[in-house]
């Protein structure tokens, strides 16, 4: 049997970097942070403001995909993860990735994006995430997870959720 990745998704804002570094540190496991693997002109669009496509987005996702199915310790990457194609491009090479969902409001994006510095996505693009966003169904078995809660909480939920030992 393969070692676990998890693969933490939601919008812009909604902490998967934070938590995903703090559940990989927890675990002992590695960590990838898919903005990471976005070519230079993906980053300058986001930097401009100018949401991505889904052409924008294929070589980033396929980036993303090789570095899993490379992976042969337990992983955690951070990926916006928005539309389920984007989701079954990333499970193709790994069909036993664990999918958690960071569900939180516009509101409190909003308001944690506005407080956020030094980051290339600027919270105008926050709308477009919405609206791209396709929230992972049944089928796709996802951990939900709400982001309310201070991050450390957060990963004690997904630590709990998913029976993972520390």
């Known amino acids: ?27 002992g496991w590695t960590y990838a942070e898919a903005d990471d693997f976005h070519p230079p002109a993906n980053v300058e669009k986001m930097h ?23 992976q042969t310790a337990p992983a955690v990457v951070t990926s916006s993860a928005l539309k389920r194609k984007y989701r079954d491009l990333l499970r193709s090479g790994r069909p036993d990735l664990r999918l958690v969902y960071l569900e939180g409001s516009h509101e409190l994006i909003g308001n944690r994006l506005a407080a956020r510095h030094g980051h290339f996505f600027p919270k105008q693009l926050l709308d477009s995430q919405f609206a791209d966003l396709e929230a992972p169904g049944p089928s796709e078995d996802p951990l939900v997870v ?3 809660a201070a991050p450390e909480q957060v990963v004690q939920e997904i630590i709990d959720l998913a029976g993972l030992k520390t």
Do not use: C, F, H
Not at 51 to 58: I, K
């Open 48 to 70: 401009a403001g100018i949401p991505l496509t889904d052409e924008d987005r294929r070589p980033w996702l396929e980036a993303t995909a090789a570095w899993m199915k490379d």
């Open 1 to 27: 049997m393969r070692n676990p990745i998890y693969l933490l998704m939601g919008v812009s804002g909604s902490g998967k970097t934070t938590i995903g570094a703090m559940l990989a540190g927890r675990l």
């Open 146 to 148: 709400s982001i309310d």
